[in-house]
């Protein structure tokens, strides 16, 4: 059944996924297709900046024009409240990007 989430989804769209152990990593997906409970997504490659010299923070942000994988297709779920996400694996989930720099991190 079509829900609200999926109707407010568009081609074009980003999806952000944070995850890491010990360290944030940031993956930013955008959408190809909108299907009645489903989008298709392909992964893009983010741009990230330092905070400054030898830093292990930053930002990242995604650069929607260059895909780097291959298309993909995830069920939209609704968490209960108005914000749609899709699971990624086991372990990540994406929500929609709010268009500001996710903060990232490494462990060096």
Known sequence: METNQVKNLKQGDIFTCRWGYEQTN?????????????VEIVKVESVESVDGPRAMTGTAVPDPDT???VPMRRKVKNNG???CF???NSYSF?????GKPVRVS???
Do not use: I
């Open 81 to 83: 409240c108005s914000e």
């Open 26 to 38: 940031a993956d930013f997906y955008r959408v190809l297709n909108v299907g009645k409970s489903t």
């Open 94 to 98: 994406a929500y929609p990007w709010d």
């Open 106 to 108: 490494s462990y060096a």
């Open 86 to 88: 899709l699971q990624m």
């Open 67 to 69: 895909a780097v994988g």
